[in-house]
C-alpha cells in the first residue's frame, strides 16, 4: 500500500533528527578523544612517562655503611669489611628452581639451604630480593657475572658486612648485628626501608642495638636499566646514602683485654671506673663469646653450645648480673648509721660470734667472734655482728636509702643491653611486691648485703667510685659521636658529712693495709700506688643449724653452684683517687682469697697503663705473679690507633 506524503514527511524528519543526534554524539566523542590525548601527550606526559619506564627502570636501595665504633684511643672495635654476595628477585627470575640449579652448579649451595632460599622467595613479595649467599670468594663472584645472561633475577652484588676485630674482647660491650628478621620488624612501627634489603644487618644486642639508628645511617637509591628477562642492562643514576655516625666509647681495648684475660676461665665480671669523670674502661663478663660468629650467621651446634655453657657467655654479667654484694655493702649501713646520729665515729660493739634476735641466731662469719670493735675496725675484719646491731638503731628505710643515693638500686642509664636495676629494698618494696610486712630479720640479713638485697658489679663500681670521690659520679660508655665530645657535667657532691666519709674510706683502707685487713693479700707495694678496698662473700644457699654445730661445709667440698660467690671493690691511690674496680666471681668462694688478687691486678694495670713492675706486689707473689704472665695473650702494645677522619 503506497504511503501518503505526509507521512513520507513525518518519517523523514525522524530520521533526520536521529541521524543529528548519532552524528552529534560520534563528534562529541572525537572530541572528548582528542581533548584526553592531549591532556596525555602534553599535559601528563612526564607521568605516564615515569609510568612506561617503571616496566623497564628499576630503583634499588643503596644500604649505607654503618658507623664506626672506636675505644677510647682511637682503636676500632667495630668496622666494616667487604662482601661479594649474590642475590634473586623472584619477579624476574622467572622460573626459581631452574635458576637455583644453574646458580648451584657455580656455587656451593646445599639442599636445605636451596630448599631455605625456595620457601622464602615465596614467603616475601615478588619484587623483594633475597640473598642466596654471600662472603663469596672472588673466583665464585666472578663465575656469576660472566654467567649472568643465563641466570635472570640474579644480582651478583658488592657490599659491606660487620667485622669485630677484637673478637671477644668486646663482645657483650659493642654487641653484634645480625640479618633483620619478621620479629625485628614487627617490633618497629614505621620501619625503614633500608630494613627490608635482603640480609641487611640491624643491631641486635649492646652499643649496636642501643645505637642502631645513630650508627645505621640513611639509604641510598640507584635507578637501573633492565630488560625483559629482568637483567639489569645499565645504571641510570645513582644517589649515595648518608654513612652512620662513628661512636667512640671510653673502654680501654688494653685494659679490657687484660680484665678478661684476669678472669681466666672462672664464670665472672669485672667493672673498672674513673673516679673523676665517670668514664667507664672496662666492662669485661667472662666467659665471652665471637660476636663474628652471629654476623655471619651461628650455627645451630655452636649456638646450643653457649647457651647450655653453665657459665652462661651470652649474658654481659656486668651489668646485667645480680648478686648478694654480701660484706661490700657494709659502708652503706654504716654511713647510714652515721648519717642518722645512732653511732658515733668511736663508739664500739662487742661481737661474740653471734647476736640473737627475736629468738634467732644471727651468726658472724668468725665463729669465736671479735670483741669490742669500732666503726673502722669492723670494716677492717669484715664483723657482720656490728652492722646486726646498728641496723636495727637505724632502720631500713634510712639504709635503702644511703644505697640508692651510692648509685644503689638504681638503673644507669647506658646504652647496653638489659641493664639492671638491682634492689635496694625498704619496707614499702617489700609491702609492694610480696603483700607482707618487712621482719627485723630482713634488716639484719640486708646490714650485711644479704637477704633482698641485690646488686649488679656496674652499681658497686659507682658506689666504690663515689666512696672513693666524694661526688655523684654518673658512669658513661659513649665518650663522642663523630668527633663531638659527649657532654660530661662535673658530678655534684655527695649529701654525705665528709668526717663520715673519711671513716669509712680509713676503714677501706685497713682492709688492705693492716695486720689484720681481710685483704691484706692483696695489698700493692708502691706509695704511690696504695689501694682501699673491701672484700665479700655472698651466699646462695641457706646454712642450717645442724650444719654449723657439727662444722659448716667448705666451699671446695661443694659443688660448684652451690659455692658462694666472691666479690671485691676497691679504689687506688688511697690519697687521690684515680680509678675504682668491683669485681664479682660466681661461685668463686672467698673474696679475700679469690677475688681481691683480681680486681688488685687489674687495679694495677689501669694505674700503671700496662703490666706494672713486679715491685708493686708483695715479695711473697713475685714468683707466681712472673710465671702467670708468661701464660697472658696480651693485645700488641705497638698497635697504632685508628686515625680515621670524623666528619664533625
Not at 543529528?20 to 572530541?31: D, E, K, N, R, S
Not at 660468629?293 to 657467655?313: E, K, N
Not at 617489700?430 to 630479720?441: A, C, S
Not at 706509695?527 to 673491701?534: D, F, P, Q, V
Amino acid at each position: 500500500m503506497r504511503r501518503s506524503p505526509r507521512d513520507n514527511a513525518i518519517s523523514q524528519a525522524t530520521i533526520s533528527r536521529r541521524g543529528l543526534m548519532l552524528g552529534g554524539l560520534q563528534a562529541a566523542m572525537v572530541v572528548t578523544l582528542t581533548l584526553r590525548m592531549r591532556a596525555m601527550q602534553l599535559e601528563r606526559a612526564d607521568e605516564y612517562r615515569l609510568l612506561a619506564e617503571g616496566n623497564s627502570v628499576k630503583i634499588r636501595l643503596l644500604p649505607p655503611a654503618r658507623g664506626l665504633i672506636h675505644d677510647r684511643n682511637g682503636v676500632l672495635l667495630a668496622g666494616n669489611e667487604q662482601n661479594y654476595r649474590v642475590t634473586i628477585t623472584r619477579e624476574d627470575a622467572g622460573d626459581v628452581d631452574l635458576v637455583l640449579a644453574r646458580l648451584r652448579r657455580l656455587i656451593a649451595l646445599g639442599n636445605d639451604e636451596a630448599a631455605e632460599i625456595a620457601d622464602e622467595l615465596h614467603r616475601r613479595s615478588p619484587n623483594s630480593p633475597i640473598t642466596v649467599a654471600e662472603r663469596l670468594s672472588w673466583e665464585e663472584f666472578a663465575r656469576i657475572a660472566v654467567n649472568a645472561p643465563a641466570l635472570p633475577g640474579v644480582t651478583p652484588e658488592v657490599g659491606l658486612s660487620r667485622l669485630y676485630p677484637r673478637g671477644p674482647d668486646f663482645a657483650h660491650v659493642v654487641g653484634y648485628v645480625g640479618a633483620v628478621s619478621d620479629y625485628d620488624l614487627s617490633k618497629i612501627e614505621d620501619p625503614d626501608p633500608v630494613l627490608r634489603i635482603p640480609r641487611f644487618q640491624l643491631g641486635k644486642t649492646g652499643v649496636e642495638a642501643k645505637l642502631e639508628e645513630m650508627l645505621r645511617g640513611k639509604a641510598g637509591t640507584r635507578r637501573v636499566e633492565v630488560n625483559s628477562g629482568g637483567r639489569e642492562m645499565r645504571e641510570l643514576s645513582r644517589e649515595e646514602g648518608t654513612p652512620g655516625a662513628n661512636v667512640q666509647l671510653t673502654v680501654d681495648y688494653r685494659l679490657q683485654n687484660y680484665a678478661l684475660q684476669r678472669l681466666g676461665d672462672e664464670s665472672a665480671a669485672a667493672v673498672v671506673i674513673d673516679c673523676r669523670s665517670g668514664d667507664l674502661l672496662a666492662l669485661s663478663s667472662a666467659p665471652a663469646f665471637d660476636p663474628n660468629l652471629f654476623v655471619r650467621g651461628i650455627s645451630t651446634r655452636d649456638y646450643r653450645a653457649l647457651q647450655d655453657d653453665d657459665h652462661r657467655p651470652l649474658a654481659d654479667k656486668s651489668v646485667q648480673g645480680l648478686y648478694p654484694p654480701g660484706s661490700t655493702f657494709k659502708m652503706v649501713s654504716a654511713l647510714a648509721a652515721l648519717e642518722a646520729g645512732v653511732i658515733g665515729l668511736d663508739d664500739t660493739v662487742y661481737c661474740p660470734g653471734h647476736l640473737e634476735v627475736g629468738g634467732r641466731k644471727f651468726h658472724c662469719w668468725r665463729r669465736a667472734g671479735h670483741g669490742h670493735l669500732n666503726l673502722t675496725q669492723s670494716l677492717e675484719q669484715s664483723c657482720d655482728v656490728f652492722y646486726y646491731d646498728i641496723s636495727q638503731k637505724v632502720g631500713i628505710d634510712r639504709i635503702a636509702e644511703m644505697a640508692r643515693k651510692l648509685g644503689l638500686g638504681t638503673r644507669h642509664d647506658l646504652p647496653l643491653s638489659a641493664v639492671a636495676q638491682g634492689i635496694a629494698p625498704d619496707k614499702a618494696w617489700k609491702r609492694e611486691r610480696y603483700d607482707t610486712d618487712w621482719l627485723i630479720g630482713d634488716t639484719l640479713n640486708a646490714s650485711i648485703g644479704q637477704g633482698y638485697v641485690l646488686a649488679s658489679p656496674l652499681q658497686l663500681a659507682v658506689m666504690t667510685a663515689r666512696l672513693a670521690s666524694g661526688r655523684e659520679i654518673v658512669p658513661r660508655v659513649v665518650r663522642s659521636i663523630d668527633g663531638v665530645e659527649v657532654p660530661n657535667p662535673e658530678a655534684a657532691p655527695l649529701d654525705i658529712k665528709p668526717e663520715h666519709l673519711a671513716a669509712v674510706r680509713r676503714g677501706m683502707d685497713m682492709v688492705v693495709n693492716s695486720a689484720r685487713g681481710t685483704a691484706k693479700g692483696a695489698k700493692i707495694m708502691l706509695a704511690e700506688m696504695r689501694m682501699a678496698g673491701k672484700t665479700g662473700t655472698s651466699q646462695v644457699r641457706n646454712i642450717s643449724a645442724a650444719e654449723r654445730a657439727r662444722g659448716v661445709i667448705s666451699n671446695a667440698d661443694l659443688p660448684w653452684e652451690r659455692r658462694d660467690h666472691a666479690l671485691f671493690v676497691c679504689y687506688a691511690p688511697v690519697d687521690n683517687p684515680r680509678y675504682a674496680v668491683a669485681l664479682v666471681v660466681e661461685h668463686g668462694g672467698g673474696g679475700s682469697a679469690v677475688a681481691a688478687p683480681i680486681a688488685r691486678d687489674i687495679l694495677l694495670f689501669a694505674l700503671h697503663g700496662g703490666l706494672p713492675p713486679l715491685s708493686a706486689y708483695p715479695s711473697s707473689q713475685r714468683w707466681r705473679i712472673e710465671n702467670e704472665r708468661r701464660d697472658l695473650d696480651l693485645v700488641d702494645p705497638g698497635l697504632k690507633p685508628d686515625t680515621t677522619p670524623s666528619r664533625a
